[in-house]
C-alpha cells in the first residue's frame, strides 16, 4: 500500500458522502481493463479524471495498492440450483481461498429464507465451516430481498462493500418482511456506495444484454456481471471476480454539498484503457 | 446436506466420540451416567443388571438410582418458515410434555427463528411454564424467514441446563437446516456430549438425492447431525424409521415418547478415571436378554 495513511483514512470512512464532520472526501473504486479486457496496473493518479456533473474535480485521494474487501457473498439456493449443489459449494471454497488475509467475508444464502450469516470474517476456515454446515437448497429466488439484506449486512462497515450474488435466475418475488422492490436496490447501492456483482449462472442468471436494467444498475455501482456457462468453471469465474476487486484503483474527490444527485465520470487519459466506477453519488446539502 | 456434508458430521460425531465427553454436576469424582433401558417397564432393575464399561474396561457401578428422577427439561422449537409443515407443535407441548411433569420435575420452553428466545426461568408451574412459553415463542412472521441458527440455539440452551443438578435433558424440534449460527455444528455437538445433557430431537429423516451430473450426486439429510448428536449423548431421533415418506409422525405422539423414555430413566454413578481433562469412552450394557441399554457415549474427568 504506497499511502497508508491516507487510505487508512479513507477505509475508515463510509463510502456515502454523508460525513458530519471535517472534510468530506467521496471515494471511488475503479477498473482499468485495456482494449482486450486485461486489468491494467501501476497507473498514477495523474492517469485518472474524474469529473462530477461533466466539471473535472481534483483527485484528493488516490491509491493503487490493495485495499481490504468487506464482501457479502449471496449464493441462490432455490429449488432450481439443486443441480448445482456441490460446484457451488466448492466454488464458492475457491473464491475464500483466493482472498487475502484482510479481506472479510459474510455468507449468505437465499430460496426458502434470506440466511445472512452472523459472522463476517477473514478466517477461511470458519468461512468454509460455514460453507460446509449451511447451503441448504429449496425454495424461489427472492434475489433482490436477498440484495437488499446483503447490503444492510454491511451497511456500518467502512471501506470497499461489495455485494456479490450468485444466482440461476431472475427474481421471484420477496420474502415475508421485506414490501421492497428492484427499485429499492438501486436506490440504496447507489446512494450508499456499494459496489454490486452478480455470477449468472448457465447464462440464464440475469439479464445480461447490454443496456438493460440489471446490468445498467451493476454497472452504475462499479460492479459488474459475469456469465457462467453449464459446463464452464465456476470457481474460475469466483476467482476472476476477486481478481478484479483486488486490482481496483482507490480514487478520493471533494463532493459537493448541494443536496442533489451527482453522475460521475472516471476517465483514464491513456489511449485504449477504460475505467469502470460507481456513476453518481448524493451530495450532503450544505 | 451432500455427501461431503455427511462426511464432515460423521467425522465430527467420530470426533466427539474420541475427543469429548463430559461430567454431570455429580458427587466430587463420580461420573453421572442417565441410561434408558429399552424393554424394562418395572422400573426396578438393580445394579447388577448393568454392565459399564469405561475405555473397554470393566467399571464399578458405585450407585444407581431408579426412575423417575428428577428432570429438568428445555423444550427448544424451530419456528422458522421451513416448520410450516410439522404442524403447531406449541399446543402439543402443553398437551404432551407439560401435562405429563412429575413432582420434582422442571422446565422452560424456547424456540428461535432469527433470533433464539428461551422463557426467563425453570418452572414447576404448568400455567407458568405455558404461559412464558408462549411468549418466547412469540416471533414476528418476518424473522420466521431468516436464518435458522440451530446450533445456537443448541449452545443456548446447554447453557442453561449446565449449571442445574441431576437429570437434565433437551428435547429438539427441527428440520436440521442450520443457517446464520455464531456456533458450529462441532461444537455444540461436543457441548452437548460435554454437559452430559441427554438431547432429544424431532426432526425430518428422509434423504434427498440431488443429481448432479452423470456420476455425481448430493445426498441431502438434515437430519444426519442431529442424529448423531442425539445418539451421543444417550438421546434419540424421531422418527426413528428412516422409511421414504414425507409425513412425520404427529408431534405429540414424539413428545409423549421423548417423555416416557426420561422419566424412565436409571442414573448410575461410577468413579471418574484419569487427570482432569482426559476423555473415556463409555459403553453400557444389560445383562438380562431383552434389554437394550442406551446412554451417553463419553466424558471428561473434572
Known sequence: MRLPSLFLALALLPQQPAFKTGVQTVALYATVRDAEGRAVPDLTKADFEILDNGKPVEITAFSSGRQPLTVALLLDMSGSMNPSVLRVRESTRRFIDALLPEDRVRICTFGDEIAVSPVLTSDKAVLNRIVSEELWPGGGTPLWNAVFAGMQSLADEPGRRVVLALTDGDDKGSLPGWKGSFRDVRDRATREGFMLYMVGMDNAAIETEPNTEVAALLDDTGGAHFNVAAAADLGETFTRVAEELRRQYLLGFTPARDGREHRLTVRVNRPGLSARARKSYTAERR | ?302
Open chain 2, 1 to 302: 446436506m451432500n455427501a461431503g456434508i455427511v462426511g464432515l458430521v460423521a467425522g465430527a460425531v467420530c470426533c466427539l466420540a474420541l475427543t469429548s465427553g463430559g461430567l454431570a454436576p455429580s458427587a466430587a469424582g463420580m461420573v453421572s451416567l442417565h441410561v434408558a433401558v429399552d424393554g424394562d417397564s418395572s422400573g426396578s432393575l438393580t445394579a447388577d443388571d448393568f454392565e459399564v464399561a469405561i475405555d473397554g474396561r470393566p467399571a464399578a457401578i458405585a450407585s444407581l438410582t431408579a426412575p423417575p428422577s428428577p428432570l429438568t427439561l428445555v423444550v427448544l422449537l424451530d419456528k422458522t418458515g421451513s416448520m410450516e409443515t410439522y404442524g403447531n407443535v406449541d399446543d402439543e407441548i402443553g398437551k404432551s410434555v407439560v401435562s405429563v411433569l412429575r413432582s420434582g420435575d422442571r422446565m422452560r420452553v424456547g424456540g428461535f427463528a432469527s433470533r433464539v428466545a428461551l422463557a426467563p426461568a425453570f418452572s414447576a408451574n404448568p400455567r407458568d411454564i405455558i404461559a412464558a412459553g408462549r411468549a418466547a415463542l412469540s416471533f414476528r412472521r418476518e424473522e420466521r424467514y431468516g436464518p435458522s441458527p440451530i446450533w445456537d440455539a443448541i449452545d443456548h440452551a446447554l447453557s442453561v441446563l449446565e449449571p442445574e443438578n441431576g437429570l437434565r435433558a433437551l428435547i429438539l424440534v427441527t428440520d436440521g437446516r442450520g443457517t446464520g449460527n455464531h456456533t458450529s455444528l462441532v461444537a455444540a455437538a461436543d457441548r452437548a456430549v460435554s454437559s452430559g445433557v441427554v438431547v432429544h430431537v424431532l426432526s425430518e429423516a428422509l434423504p434427498v438425492i440431488l443429481r448432479q451430473s452423470e456420476s455425481t450426486a448430493a445426498r441431502i439429510r438434515p437430519g444426519v447431525a442431529l442424529q448423531e448428536i442425539a445418539r451421543a449423548t444417550g438421546g434419540t431421533i424421531l422418527p426413528a424409521d428412516p422409511a421414504p415418506t414425507t409425513e412425520l409422525p404427529p408431534a405429540g405422539l414424539s413428545l409423549a415418547r421423548f417423555m416416557a423414555d426420561l422419566h424412565g430413566m436409571y442414573t448410575l454413578a461410577i468413579p471418574a478415571e484419569g487427570a482432569p481433562g482426559s476423555v473415556h469412552r463409555v459403553d453400557v450394557k444389560m445383562k438380562r436378554p431383552g434389554l437394550t441399554a442406551r446412554a451417553r457415549r463419553a466424558y471428561r474427568t473434572r
